[in-house]
Each structure stands twice: as structure tokens, then as C-alpha cells.
């Protein structure tokens, strides 16, 4: 497919998204690649030998791949950036006001039994996140990103630590299937996370990432 069709597909889906407020704004897409293009992400997916693990050991059973494929080029440039900010766009205007300086990044991410990740509302510099869920069936589709409210609603976080379970109450769950989009506007009410995995498995994601400082 060419770029240009995957960046249409992508615009309709993420334009006519729901955007859920509560408690942050996300959104919840599925379908959210034409099929025969998720079919060659998938194709191409690295080799677990491939990917690195994380050098400070925060991310127990995860490992990280620089999704340098050729195939994810439409993801990279200034119109997918656009396209990924419409939803969010009155919320990204009251956070920065005009202009600000934007960074992007793109990479692949695996995750194995025994990963998990307390609730979290990610990096202070973080405007948007973008899920991309790989998987290559429904099979395990309870193992998608969670969101959670602490059990004190009076508090917040800028972002950076990473909390036990036990202080929060999960809400919901988005499903991890095939060719979905969980995707998010921070805030520091954003906490979200994932339920430590019990099975053997390969959970793969997609993950881009706005960042924004004025």
C-alpha cells in the first residue's frame, strides 16, 4: 500500500474516533490499520533476538526494537503527527497555547510472562501515546492497557513514578486485538498501566510518542 493510503485510513479512523474524558481523554480504536497493511507489520515483525531489553531494568520481561522497518515510514513524519493530534487538539492548545517544540519517537516493544507496569501517568514531557496492539489473534485480548483512579482521588502526578496496585481501582481495560488503538492525551490523572502477565506469551505493541515543551 502506498503511504498515502495508509495515512487516509489512519485520518478517517482517528478523526472520527470517541474521545472518552474520563478520567483522561482517550480513545479506543479498532481496525485502526487497512488489513492487508497490519498483515505485513506482522509479517515483518522482528526476531525476538532482535530486540534489547532496557538497560536500568524498569521494565521486568520487556524489550525494545528501534522500528526502524521501512513499512512504518507513514508514522514518522509531520502528517501522521497532525492526524494523531485532532482529537486532542482543544486539550493540546490549552496545555502549550500557540506553537510549541514537538519531538516524536517510534519503536516496537515485547513483552513476556512476569511483565507488568504499576499505574503511571507517564513522562512529564509527554503530550500524547499511541498503542498500537500487534497481536496475532483475539486469543488474549485481557491483556491490554488498563486504566486506573487512585484510591485517594485528591492526587496526582506529574509523571515518572510507577505505583502499586493496591492504591488504585481498575476501570477498564482496552482489549488487546489485533489491530487496535489505545491512544491518550497525559495528563497527571493519566494513570494507566498493565496487569502482571501469567502466560507464556509474546505481547507486541507499537508504540508513538508525542512530546511537547513551549
Given amino acids: 500500500m502506498t503511504s498515502e493510503q495508509v495515512l487516509g485510513h489512519l485520518a478517517y479512523k482517528i478523526a472520527n474516533a470517541t474521545v472518552n474524558p474520563f478520567p483522561f481523554p482517550h480513545i479506543y480504536v479498532p481496525e485502526i490499520f487497512p488489513w492487508p497493511f497490519y498483515e505485513e ?38 502528517d501522521f503527527t497532525n492526524i494523531a493530534c485532532h482529537p486532542f487538539r482543544d486539550k493540546i492548545s490549552k496545555r502549550f497555547g500557540g506553537s510549541f ?74 482489549p488487546y486485538m489485533p489491530n487496535s488503538l489505545f491512544a491518550f492525551f497525559k495528563t497527571n490523572f493519566s494513570f494507566h498501566g498493565v496487569e502482571p502477565i501469567t502466560m507464556p506469551v509474546r505481547r507486541d505493541v507499537l508504540l508513538w510518542n508525542l512530546y511537547g515543551k513551549k
Fill in 101 to 174: 517544540e514537538a519531538g516524536t519517537d517510534l519503536r516496537l516493544v515485547s513483552d513476556a510472562k512476569d511483565y507488568s507496569i504499576g499505574p503511571h501517568t507517564d513522562a512529564p514531557n509527554k503530550v500524547l501515546s499511541f498503542l498500537f496492539y500487534l497481536p496475532h489473534s483475539n486469543e488474549i485480548g485481557h491483556l491490554g492497557t488498563s486504566i486506573y483512579l487512585p484510591i485517594d482521588q485528591t492526587f496526582r502526578c506529574e509523571g515518572g513514578p510507577h505505583y502499586p496496585y493496591e492504591n488504585f481501582v481498575k476501570i477498564a481495560t482496552m
Fill in 41 to 78: 507489520i506482522r509479517d515483518q515483525l522482528p526476531e525476538l533476538a532482535d530486540y534489547k531489553g532496557n538497560v536500568d531494568g524498569k521494565y521486568k520481561s520487556r524489550v525494545f526494537n528501534d522500528a526502524k522497518l521501512p513499512l512504518l515510514d507513514p508514522l514518522r513524519g509531520k
